[in-house]
């Protein structure tokens, strides 16, 4: 039997095929890999997008972009190995009819976010598949409009590895802003985000599982304490009772204890 991401690879070249593309975009999240990702093959386009941002020393461990020709069978073939050996929580797939070197650029701008009065910096990891769809859900109308502006669509698997999509808001390179304003981020945008990084801790603390939940993933278990989080928030509870709260806060979401 074909491993499941090489069946989800292989679908999206069929739907690649159907857009009239004759690529594939891969963004490749290499963080805390124990090896550097394999060397591209001959004539192959490839991109680290922490070049050249406040992140560059850590270049080789994040995020990185790969163009997989579909003519070219050795390109092919060695994106259904790395799809394989990455799975399906480092992988997300990108339709775009953009040229290269301004896709990097434009995706190289999104990893950049900015926050607070102070106007505090960092990445934004939207590259995680955990974290993408957060990430497009907290961008404001207008943000969105210019973060997707490369996109026909978004492709990834969940923890489950169940296929997921985002639509993109396809323009010209031409067409959008230039330069791009930079990503500034609301309290509340921030929050979001932090939230779910909040859940994955909480879950991996307290070793909880998505069936502990009764839910079908753990991508919606991550979703369902985020909103026990938010429910935390509007009773501001302290961060030192804030476990105890969600343990009680799911447990009657579920109507059974949770320990």
């Not at 790395?82 to 434009?106: I, T």
């Not at 995706?107 to 607070?116: F, I, K, P, S, V």
């Not at 993408?132 to 859900?137: I, S, V």
């Not at 323009?171 to 230039?178: G, H, V």
Request: include cysteine; charge should be negative.
């Amino acid at each position: 039997m074909q491993p499941r991401n090489s069946a989800w690879f292989d679908h999206l070249i069929e739907e690649a095929q159907v857009n009239r593309l004759s690529h594939i975009d891969l963004l490749l999240d290499a963080t805390g890999l124990a090896s550097p990702l394999p060397v591209t093959p001959a004539h192959q386009l490839n991109a680290r997008l922490f070049d050249n941002t406040p992140e560059h020393a850590l270049s080789q461990q994040g995020a990185h972009l790969r163009r997989i020709s579909l003519d070219d069978p050795v390109q092919r073939t060695a994106a259904h190995a790395l799809s394989d050996a990455l799975g399906a929580g480092r992988v997300l797939a990108l339709f775009s009819k953009w040229p290269f070197e301004p896709l990097v650029a434009h995706l190289r701008h999104c990893t950049q976010a900015h926050w607070g009065k102070e106007q505090h910096s960092g990445l934004l990891r939207f590259y995680d598949p955990r974290l993408f769809r957060t990430c497009c859900e907290a961008l404001l109308p207008n943000q969105s409009a210019w973060f997707h502006s490369p996109a026909i669509a978004w492709y990834w698997r969940d923890s489950a590895g169940q296929p997921q999509q985002w639509a993109g808001q396809p323009q010209r390179p031409e067409d959008t802003p230039s330069p791009l304003p930079a990503l500034h981020l609301s309290d509340s945008q921030l929050f979001e985000l932090v939230a779910w990084s909040e859940a994955v801790r909480f879950c991996d603390t307290h070793a909880l599982t998505h069936r502990d939940a009764g839910l079908p993933s753990q991508d919606a278990l991550h979703r369902h304490v985020t909103s026990g989080i938010r429910a935390a928030q509007r009773e501001q509870v302290l961060d030192s009772d804030r476990d105890d709260f969600l343990l009680g806060w799911i447990g009657q979401q579920q109507q059974r204890p949770l320990t």
